[in-house]
């Protein structure tokens, strides 16, 4: 406690002998952490083509491969599979405004018991955010950022064109974005297409794409596609208010 009424004195003090060039850091502060924001109106009119988590992918491999993405309308993916990514990824998605407050409590409660980092609280609202706008790598400015912008997405934008835009973007392997491409490479069929069975593994593995493959047999996949059929049938695709 004392040494934070330390650091707020001095804070005082800096503002008081520079008062105008506070304000102003202050002020590009703020814009900095809204740039995203002016551009959040428009997904609920345009699909995202590339996003900041595939320019961080370019980059990683050194500009040897450009993701691969095939755009869809919502109404050409499968309603099996957008039922089995908000059992898994967010089931309360039609009821939250962009952050599920009782599963983040959760969430830090649970990774506070253990040292290693167990289950995130991140919505798909904000798990969009986090692929259109920023990348992986972590930091408590990034994550005040990641809330700011959500916010305002939930604000401007539909539930349906928040799905829309998140089958479109998400990875679902190296190199790999978007519910059509990842139905045509693991399973030779449409995101239109995709039977209970392909939909649930593909939802499994959105959590570590880069490790497991939807097609493959792995124990992860099995046991998570497993408890995706056991959420399905309490999802309710765009239910009446």
Same mark, same amino acid.
């Given at each position: 406690?004392?040494?934070?009424?330390?650091?707020?004195?001095?804070?005082?003090?800096?503002y008081k002998a520079h008062r105008f060039k506070t304000i102003l850091l202050y002020l590009l502060l703020i814009f900095y952490s809204a740039i995203p924001v002016f551009q959040v109106p428009?997904?609920?009119?345009?699909?995202?083509?590339?996003?900041?988590?595939?320019?961080?992918?370019?980059?990683?491999?050194?500009?040897?491969?450009?993701?691969?993405?095939?755009?869809?309308?919502? !109404?050409?993916?499968?309603? /099996?599979? %957008?039922?089995?990514?908000? #059992?898994?990824?967010?089931? =309360?998605?039609?009821?939250?405004?962009?952050?599920?407050?009782?599963?983040?409590?959760?969430?830090?409660?649970?990774?506070?018991?253990?040292?290693?980092?167990?289950?995130?609280?991140?919505?798909?609202?904000?798990?969009?955010?986090?692929?259109?706008?920023?990348?992986?790598?972590?930091?408590?400015?990034?994550?005040?950022?990641?809330?700011?912008?959500?916010?305002?997405?939930?604000?401007?934008?539909?539930?349906?064109?928040?799905?829309?835009?998140?089958?479109?973007?998400?990875?679902?392997?190296?190199?790999?974005?978007?519910?059509?491409?990842?139905?045509?490479?693991?399973?030779?069929?449409? !995101?239109?297409?995709?039977? /209970?069975? %392909?939909?649930?593994?593909? #939802?499994?593995?959105?959590? =570590?794409?880069?490790?497991?493959?939807?097609?493959?047999?792995?124990?992860?996949?099995?046991?998570?596609?497993?408890?995706?059929?056991?959420?399905?049938?309490?999802?309710?695709?765009?239910?009446?208010?």
């Amino acid at each position: 406690m004392f040494e934070l009424t330390e650091c707020w004195e001095k804070l005082r003090e800096y503002y008081k002998a520079h008062r105008f060039k506070t304000i102003l850091l202050y002020l590009l502060l703020i814009f900095y952490s809204a740039i995203p924001v002016f551009q959040v109106p428009f997904l609920d009119f345009h699909t995202i083509r590339i996003s900041s988590l595939m320019d961080q992918r370019i980059l990683e491999n050194f500009f040897l491969y450009y993701p691969s993405q095939s755009r869809v309308a919502l !109404a050409d993916v499968s309603p /099996v599979l %957008q039922k089995s990514i908000i #059992a898994m990824e967010d089931d =309360a998605f039609f009821t939250h405004r962009g952050i599920n407050w009782n599963q983040l409590e959760l969430s830090i409660q649970g990774n506070k018991r253990s040292s290693k980092r167990k289950r995130g609280g991140s919505t798909i609202s904000m798990q969009l955010v986090k692929n259109v706008y920023f990348t992986t790598n972590r930091s408590v400015i990034r994550k005040v950022k990641e809330l700011m912008v959500t916010a305002r997405l939930e604000k401007e934008v539909s539930k349906a064109g928040i799905l829309k835009n998140y089958v479109n973007i998400v990875e679902w392997g190296e190199g790999i974005f978007g519910a059509e491409k990842a139905a045509d490479t693991y399973f030779k069929t449409t !995101a239109a297409k995709l039977n /209970v069975n %392909q939909a649930t593994r593909m #939802a499994a593995v959105i959590p =570590a794409p880069l490790r497991y493959k939807p097609s493959e047999n792995s124990r992860y996949v099995m046991r998570r596609s497993g408890i995706i059929r056991g959420r399905y049938n309490s999802v309710v695709l765009f239910p009446e208010k």
